[in-house]
């Protein structure tokens, strides 16, 4: 990702003037340095939705994010603003895609039924139920369970932006999203509640399969696309796109489980 030419200094003078004096020039000067953050996320968002979702679209709404993120940003916690934007980014243009409501209610219900199956049979066999289990248990054919997971996949549904937990000592709600980036929580509960998340992820993401466990940490945290960890692994993208799907789902039920 390039930006316009702007040195470390240069960019520290900036975010100075802009948190003092809240000038409209440091802070347009701050949108367009940081806009390809945008259609970065944007680009990322865009490929596990249809076709018929325009990218264009989802930059426009990624943009609020942005200027969100410039707006709260702290430069003296000492954390990378692109990490605390990317986070706000997302979330921006996944609430507009909600918001549109264009997700057909048969592939909520399936997502549903499938988050249900795999927190039952995870809790009865203390291990993360194969494909053949999770059909079994669903009572349909292997075909129709990845046929269910594509479909979910190309929805965008089991994003890491996806609400796993209420928390936080205001009552906001906790994605796997935040779990990365700051979430500049607020006093010592929040803290704790932030680093307890944090720390029931990574659980999480250990019990995984090892498949599974490479697919998100390839996707989530060496930015590679679904078509090259597809090629990483010997698989299509499609494929990539079910492993991706199940790998939230599970990740969903168990903090879930343990919200309850």
Known sequence: MKTIETTEMELEAIWSEYKAEATTKARETLIIHYSPLVKYVAGRVAAGL???VEQADLVSYGMFGLIDAIDKFEPDRGFKFETYAISRIKGAILDELRSIDWVPRS???KARQ???AYSKLEAK???PPSDQELADELDWTADQLQ???SQISQLGLAALDEILVMGGDRGESITLGDTIADTSTHGPLGAYEHNETRRLLAESINSL???EKIVLTLYY???LTLQEIGQVLGVTESRVCQIHTKSVIHLRS???AFDR
């Open 50 to 52: 249809p076709q018929n």
């Open 107 to 109: 592939v909520r219900s």
């Open 114 to 116: 499938i988050e249900r």
């Open 125 to 127: 066999h203390r291990k």
């Open 147 to 149: 046929t269910a997971l």
């Open 209 to 211: 399969p090892e498949r």
């Open 221 to 223: 945290y060496e930015n």
């Open 254 to 256: 168990r903090f879930a």
